[in-house]
């Protein structure tokens, strides 16, 4: 199994947390457009939880990769 250095690790946190950033941004977006009258509640309902489930696994992915990190920090 090949092993990562600790910048390809900070270069992924970096991928992941841009990528979390943008799923930010559509919750926030499929938020506001839930509150305007006429709105498809349901399937913008499915939606917003899509991106707050893919939000979640980049949280999960973002701590395990700070926690390589600081393995990989404390071994130098």
Do not use: C, P
Not at 6 to 32: A, H, N, P, T, W
Not at 48 to 76: G, H, N, P
């Amino acid at each position: 199994m090949e092993t990562l250095t600790l910048d390809e690790l900070r270069e992924l946190s970096y991928f992941v947390r841009s990528k979390k950033d943008g799923v930010r941004e559509q919750i926030v977006d499929v938020k506001m457009i839930l509150g305007f009258e006429g709105t498809d509640q349901e399937n913008f309902s499915k939606i917003l939880k899509y991106y707050e489930q893919e939000f979640s696994r980049f949280e999960v992915i973002e701590t395990k990769l700070e926690k390589m990190k600081t393995v990989l920090w404390d071994a130098e």
